[in-house]
Nanobody, 115 residues
């Protein structure tokens, strides 16, 4: 079983930055993908960014120039650096770890961007 521990999040003013991290532990299959989703109040959960174990990166268009996702395979941790934050980025951010047949979610961390 894989466990995910998320850190980061909080309250920041528009234009500010935050860094989220997500560490995976347990029985980890070496070929996997980790990433972040977010869910704003009253909206569906949406994919934000993801990175494979061989560093293939993908970003949601609206965050592409502002967010940076990086991965440290040595400790199975991903980092989401969020810059130039906007109020519309406010949401609960969820880390996800997956490979075929397995899908693990973190508990979520709240990001609030004030205008």
């Amino acid at each position: 079983q894989v466990q995910l521990v998320e850190k980061g999040g909080g309250l920041v003013q528009a234009g500010g930055s935050l860094r989220l991290s997500c560490a995976a532990s347990g029985r980890i299959f070496s070929l996997n993908t980790m990433g972040w989703y977010r869910q704003a109040p009253g909206k569906q959960r949406e994919w934000v960014a993801s990175i494979t174990s061989d560093d293939m990166l993908l970003y949601k268009d609206s965050v592409k120039s502002r967010f940076t996702l990086a991965r440290a395979n040595a400790n199975n941790t991903v980092y989401l650096q969020m810059n130039s934050l906007k109020p519309e980025d406010s949401a609960v951010y969820y880390c996800k770890f997956w490979y075929p047949g397995v899908e693990i979610w973190g508990k979520g961390t709240l990001v609030t961007v004030s205008s």
